[in-house]
Nanobody, 113 residues
Framework: QVQLVASGGGLVQPGGSLRLSCAASAFTLEMSWYRQSPGKERELVATVNSVGGGTNYKDSVKGRFTISKNNANNTMWLQMNDLKPEDTAVYYC?????????WGQGIQVTVSS
């Protein structure tokens, strides 16, 4: 079993930056950030592979968001720059182990002037 504890988020003006973090209780091969806006389905934002460090991003966040992970303490971050109102959502960290999905608690990110 894996516990995920997420932190960060808040209210920021358009063009601003925020950093989310997610601490996992165990090493897993891959970790991701998802987000969900009201009335919309949860969507994948970014993924990082723990072996090799490969990353993937949703097209709309490429060049603005950076996902990273420290395998020494199983912590993942999402650095979000040049935030836009459409980035407003509840963000969730995710991982999987032995076919089981694990989710952190949601973090509200609000981009508004």
């Amino acid at each position: 079993q894996v516990q995920l504890v997420a932190s960060g988020g808040g209210l920021v003006q358009p063009g601003g930056s925020l950093r989310l973090s997610c601490a996992a209780s165990a090493f897993t091969l891959e970790m991701s950030w998802y987000r969900q806006s009201p009335g919309k389905e949860r969507e994948l934002v970014a993924t990082v592979n723990s072996v090799g460090g490969g990353t993937n991003y949703k097209d709309s966040v490429k060049g603005r968001f950076t996902i990273s992970k420290n395998n020494a303490n199983n912590t993942m971050w999402l650095q979000m720059n040049d935030l836009k109102p459409e980035d407003t959502a509840v963000y969730y960290c995710h991982t999987f182990m032995n076919g089981q999905d694990y989710w952190g608690q949601g973090i509200q990110v609000t981009v508004s002037s």
